[in-house]
């Protein structure tokens, strides 16, 4: 059974144990990894064609290989002018290669074949050629392990026998040459005929590990008599197994078989219980088997042997001596689901370890590995999950692995969903494991961004996590993210609405520096096209709500936004918004808010001092539109805008003195109690405003807003009062000879609240 304690020192850093929640921490080399692959020219001289290695460096073995995995590992493509970093075998060593969807050429690959490599794995390298076969013969004397997976076509098999290179290799009675290769991985080769494989394997006596897996024209497969010491066969979804079985069963040193489908229309035997039964006897030393997806199973009738009964007929003669291993997934007549099954580790999908050991099992499986994963999105949706730890594990892997394979990013992701909701705080403790949940959601929504689906499971999850908090350090990647899924996707679609809302929540609560940044990727645009968008269907839905919160938030103290506004014309649209939507509280709210931040900019309040611009600021006094909020931010828009005196006020109409009048008195008539829907970070725009003595009316308005803010919300204003000079401030202002009296009472009645509150921490 699976523990649940961990206590597994094989644990490797940065990876949750596969048992338990637990982690260790990131280290720092890992950080240093990372910081290359994303700024390369740390060990490169700069170059406009090919990365190249410094000179005087030299880098052993461990670090050249670390640097191409984490490279591969990426979203950034293994090219031409990564590999040309190891293109000197005196500087720099490698000795395993693994590359997966890369876009390498022939001559990389000769590039790292000369460093005398032990192990090679490509797959999904499409670029590669026939070429790679002379390439290969000639440095592969050290070779020990060769795969080649789907999508590299480096073998002629589909025109053997035709071309001249084909016949060539006919008459050299060999493909390649590796005299120490023990293990070799071919999948997904289709061939003309067998003879392909007959010459592949002969001169390759040495294996001990052969995968066929999705070959197919293999043959009778007698051609693999001499393969005295193979241990490990992986047959899985090759056709007519059947005739195969004979020349199986003279493997007799395997100890792993794997002869499981996927397809439907295979692995549907006459006689199964015979014919696993002349496996198993035939190969005795076999410790792990995997019949799943065929009929081999039998129907379960079970057979009692020397006192030990075993629901598997064909298997009856290993009751007392039971497998390590047995895949059982998809078996006719649901043979995971019987009792006396003679293994100790079982891949079904009878119940969560079940599926979890499948899902170990066919990692590199996609077909397999999908049905995998929505068993495993329905127990975390329907059930309590024991090993959670290992679940996620798993998820996260198989996101890693598959990362353009739609249905594998869909059910990781709603896994993803069910695991951080259901993990609570515990979660919010470890910032490593949050970290590559993020990026693996982050890597899938990327590659799937015009998936509705993945887009949404994607942004579910997000909203699970802390926002900005737990999504700062990739920040940048998330934002373009958010801001394709409210441009790209589809109108008034699900995810634009949560898009804008992750939006509108980072925009919120980041600082000045990233709210630039949100305005340099192109919040502003996006949010003034959706205004527009609404504006010309006549459509106010909290989307359009939202995106002038969004552009409220990301504006504030932000000069450089507010300006992007401007440009922008968001100022036409605030007016085609207050025409067509004039009853909207929330709409009118979130537009003044925005108003209020540019209003804030001296350099900008130039270009709201129009007649039509003042005639509204001053009708919206009166407004009455959630509670105060609309009539506070507009006197306040018009208080900056009259801070810098009387001759910036251009205008005739509305005049400058009629405004401010009618701006005292919205301010009399507001209740000092309110609550209010507002968060200032800092008061020094407000605390401008208190020493504007040419205008009192400025003073008025600033001074109210401290008093009402330090009456409702002492904790958090009081300090900040103090903590900007707000106090000295207000002294000055109560002793000077031409401030109003209201004014100065005003004044008192914020300095009253925060020896109020300094006393309440002190008592």
């Not at 490599?117 to 026939?130: A, F, Q, V, W």
Request: hydrophobic share 40%.
């Amino acid at each position: 059974m699976l523990q649940n304690k961990c206590r597994h020192s094989a644990v490797l850093p940065n990876e949750i144990c596969p048992f338990c929640n637990t982690t260790t921490p990131e280290t720092l080399l890992d950080i240093c990894f990372d910081y290359i692959n994303k700024h390369p020219e740390t060990i490169c001289t700069p170059s406009s064609e090919n990365l190249q290695l410094m000179d005087g460096l030299s880098l052993p073995v461990e670090i050249c290989e670390r640097l191409l995995n984490v490279r591969n590992n990426s979203l950034t493509p293994v090219d031409s002018s990564f590999i040309n970093i190891f293109k000197n075998t005196d500087c720099t060593r490698l000795k395993r290669v693994k590359l997966r969807q890369t876009e390498i050429q022939d001559q990389d690959l000769e590039m790292l074949l000369k460093h005398n490599l032990i192990e090679l794995d490509l797959s999904l390298c499409p670029n590669l050629t026939s070429n790679c076969i002379e390439h290969l013969s000639n440095h592969s004397s050290s070779l020990i392990s060769l795969g080649i997976g789907e999508d590299t076509d480096i073998f002629p098999v589909r025109l053997f026998g035709k071309s001249p290179l084909d016949q060539e290799l006919y008459q050299k009675r060999y493909i390649f040459l590796a005299p120490n290769l023990k293990r070799l991985t071919l999948k997904g080769l289709h061939s003309l005929q067998s003879d392909f494989y007959m010459i592949l394997l002969y001169p390759l006596s040495t294996l001990t590990h052969l995968d066929l897996s999705n070959c197919s024209s293999l043959g009778n497969f007698l051609y693999t008599h001499h393969l005295v010491n193979l241990t490990s066969l992986i047959l899985y979804n090759v056709d007519a197994i059947e005739s195969k079985i004979a020349a199986i069963c003279k493997l007799t040193n395997l100890r792993h078989l794997d002869i499981s489908q996927s397809r439907d229309d295979q692995g549907k035997y006459k006689k199964g219980d015979q014919i696993l039964k002349t496996i198993v006897e035939c190969l005795p030393k076999l410790t792990s088997l995997d019949i799943s997806g065929t009929n081999l199973a039998g129907r379960g009738v079970a057979e009692t042997i020397n006192g030990s009964v075993c629901d598997i007929p064909g298997l009856s003669s290993r009751a007392n001596n039971p497998f390590q291993y047995l895949g059982l997934y998809e078996t006719s007549h649901d043979a995971c689901l019987r009792h006396d099954i003679p293994a100790k580790l079982i891949g079904g999908n009878a119940n969560e370890e079940q599926i979890l050991v499948a899902a170990l099992a066919y990692l590199d499986r996609t077909d397999m590995l999908q049905k995998v994963m929505n068993e495993l999105f329905h127990l975390f949706r329907l059930e309590n999950i024991e090993y959670l730890g290992q679940a996620l594990n798993i998820v996260l892997e198989a996101m890693s692995r598959h990362l353009h394979e739609r249905h594998i990013q869909i059910s990781g992701s709603a896994t993803l969903f069910y695991i951080v909701k259901g993990t609570g705080p515990e979660l919010h403790d470890d910032v490593r494991v949050k970290r590559k949940i993020i990026t693996t959601l982050l890597n899938g929504m990327s590659v799937h961004k015009n998936d509705d689906t993945m887009m949404r499971n994607g942004c579910l999850t997000l909203c699970q996590f802390r926002i900005p908090t737990d999504v700062l350090f990739d920040y940048e990647r998330l934002v373009n993210i958010l801001l394709y899924s409210v441009y790209g996707m589809a109108q008034e679609s699900f995810v634009q609405r949560i898009g804008i809302y992750l939006l509108n929540s980072l925009a919120c609560q980041v600082d000045g520096q990233q709210k630039v940044k949100l305005g340099e990727l192109g919040a502003i645009n996006r949010m003034i096209w959706l205004i527009k968008d609404r504006l010309e269907r006549g459509i106010c839905d909290d989307v359009l709500e939202v995106a002038w919160s969004t552009m409220w938030n990301v504006t504030d103290e932000t000069p450089l936004n507010c300006k992007k506004f401007l440009e922008q014309k968001g100022m036409q649209h605030f007016l085609q918004c207050l025409e067509k939507f004039p009853d909207r509280e929330e709409l009118l709210r979130n537009m003044m808010g925005l108003l209020g931040n540019v209003a804030e900019v001296r350099e900008l309040r130039q270009y709201l001092v129009t007649s039509e611009y003042l005639s509204v600021f001053a009708r919206l006094l009166d407004s009455q539109s959630d509670g105060i909020e609309v009539s506070y931010n507009a006197a306040g828009v018009i208080s900056h805008i009259a801070s810098d005196g009387p001759d910036v006020w251009l205008v005739m109409e509305p005049s400058r003195t009629h405004v401010l009048n009618k701006m005292v008195s919205a301010i009399e008539r507001w209740d000092i109690n309110s609550l209010r829907n507002i968060n200032y970070r800092s008061f020094e725009p407000i605390l401008y405003l208190v020493q504007v003595y040419h205008t009192p009316e400025c003073q008025h308005w600033a001074v109210w807003a401290l008093a009402n803010l330090t009456k409702v919300y002492p904790e958090k204003y009081c300090t900040l009062v103090e903590r900007e000079g707000g106090l000295s401030l207000l002294q000055e202002l109560i002793y000077h000879p031409i401030v109003p009296a209201r004014v100065k009472d005003l004044a008192a009645i914020v300095i009253e609240n925060c020896r109020k509150f300094q006393a309440s921490l002190e008592g």
